[in-house]
């Protein structure tokens, strides 16, 4: 059996896990802006977002990124198999994310806003030095939920013939004829979480509100 | 600032319920439009999706979903109610089985819980292997897709995967009764089995009941995972037509149109159940996000 594959798949899966984390992280909290912001239109766009890519399912968007975008003719739109993982699994979770940090600015208490609103901070400077870092610490439990369930998707990305742990696993268990390997994938597996959910726990005795 | 210019009727139409709703639908179907537009999809490549045939072989994928999502949610439960019955129990060799068994299920990728029960098992079908070209009417095609292996190992995966979230599910949903309905069950004379069944259970169901259709939603959204293994559903049925007529782009776009339509109706419903129920409060189940 073949070790470095899997070794090499785990690397696979970590950097697509931290891309596409970074990449929901930003446009989730974009997204949840829109939906509090001040104006309807931009409000509804948001909602949209959170809507469209809640109710489909992520092989749908990843085949669209994969299958379907080359043939746009556009070629800032002909992306390698990697970058359509990237994107397709961190626009998705982003939905997510900014469901998650809208509840976070939910939670932050009116008078908080209030006063800074009339101490004649803009919006956007509301949300960027009051708003934004309460509702990032209130919001670090399910963001941390959210980290794992991206890991396990990231899985998914094998589909659009990324190199990643279950591909490689799934690539073994075909020349061996043993699906068992998958077994031993799905550990790893296990085993990646583990820390993540360790340095969750971490974080959050350090920084996070309770709600 | 517009909004202190405008007149209070003008505000007051645009805030009508009606209105507001008009204006959405308004919004969404623009919405659909503009999505054709900016990724350059051509009408000629959506022609042929809207043929008898295609929409015939599609209806059959999208009734294969749903039909597997509602075997998987409803064989799920009996397993459900025993494993959250289970880790709730005092004694540790009933309990730490059930830990186990809930927390390993759900930290694999449901993808690799579908390979392998696909590849290890690989006589769960009762009908021999249903082929694209299969003749038959239009029941006999749905059944042969949902019971050929590729519909039966989904229907499997799916199973295990969501009784293991919907045990966590239950048990929050016990853990948010009071303490005292069971400790009056059990002085007034009631069997431990008594209590579970006749005071314990039937509330924390209701207040479940729209967490429920929430993994309703993920499961019909995970049945696409099927069409790696070759069951004919939704999604796998769209690869099919758009490998034969080369329109990739506009099919994914209609399968994931359709996939809304039917994820977004249940979350309508969803809202209705948690307005008319007791649910458990959000925060016991936060920790259970599964996208």
């Known amino acids: ?211 | 600032m517009t909004q202190q210019n405008q007149t209070a009727p003008a505000r007051a139409i645009i805030q009508h319920p009606a209105v507001k709703w008009l204006l959405q639908a308004l919004g969404a179907a623009a919405f659909i439009l503009l999505v054709p537009l900016v990724f350059k999809m051509q009408w000629a490549n959506f022609k042929p999706l809207f043929t008898a045939t295609s929409l015939r072989f599609l209806s059959l994928g999208m009734l294969a979903t749903i039909v597997v999502s509602i075997e998987a949610i409803i064989l799920s439960l009996p397993l459900a109610t025993l494993l959250a019955l289970g880790r709730i129990s005092p004694i540790k060799w009933i309990s730490w089985p059930c830990i186990a068994f809930i927390e390993v299920l759900r930290s694999l990728p449901l993808l690799l819980l579908i390979f392998y029960i696909n590849l290890r098992f690989p006589g769960l079908t009762i009908f021999a292997d249903v082929s694209v070209g299969s003749k038959g009417s239009f029941i006999e095609l749905l059944i042969t897709s949902i019971l050929s292996q590729g519909g039966m190992a989904t229907m499997v995966a799916l199973t295990f995967y969501t009784a293991a979230v919907n045990a966590e599910l239950l048990r929050s949903g016990i853990l948010s009764l009071e303490r005292g309905q069971a400790e009056a069950a059990r002085s007034l004379g009631l069997s431990y089995r008594q209590t579970m069944q006749h005071v314990i259970l039937p509330q924390a169901y209701r207040r479940i009941l729209a967490p429920l259709i929430a993994q309703f939603t993920i499961l019909v959204k995970d049945t696409s995972l099927g069409a790696i293994i070759g069951f004919l559903e939704l999604l796998k049925r769209g690869q099919i037509l758009y490998q034969r007529d080369f329109n990739p782009m506009e099919t994914l776009y209609v399968i994931a149109l359709i996939y809304f339509v039917i994820n977004y109706c249940l979350g309508l419903t969803q809202k209705l159940v948690a307005r008319r129920q007791p649910t458990v409060p959000k925060t016991l189940t936060d920790n259970l996000a599964d996208i």
């Open chain 1, 1 to 211: 059996m073949d070790w470095s594959l899997i070794g090499q798949g785990v690397i696979v899966t970590l950097e697509l896990t931290a891309l596409s984390a970074v990449l929901s992280l930003v446009v989730g909290i974009v997204v949840a802006v829109l939906r509090i912001a001040p104006n309807a239109a931009l409000q509804w766009i948001g909602g949209i977002y959170t809507e469209f890519f809640r109710n489909i399912p992520l092989l749908v968007v990843l085949f669209f990124f994969y299958y379907a975008l080359p043939n746009t003719g556009i070629a800032l739109l002909r992306l390698s198999a990697f970058s359509c993982a990237v994107w397709g699994l961190g626009l998705y979770t982003a939905a997510y994310v900014a469901e998650v940090i809208r509840a976070g600015f939910n939670a932050v208490s009116k008078g908080n806003t209030e006063a800074a609103r009339s101490l004649g901070l803009s919006f956007l400077q509301t949300i960027r030095y009051v708003q934004l870092p309460q509702a990032l610490r209130s919001a670090i439990p399910p963001l941390g939920t959210l980290l794992i369930a991206l890991l396990k998707n990231t899985s998914l990305a094998s589909t659009i013939t990324v190199a990643d742990l279950f591909f490689q696993a799934d690539f073994i268990g075909n020349r061996t004829f043993n699906p068992d390997i998958l077994l031993i994938a799905g550990a790893v597996y296990v085993a990646l979480t583990l820390p993540i959910a360790g340095a969750i726990n971490l974080v959050e005795r350090r920084w996070a509100i309770k709600r």
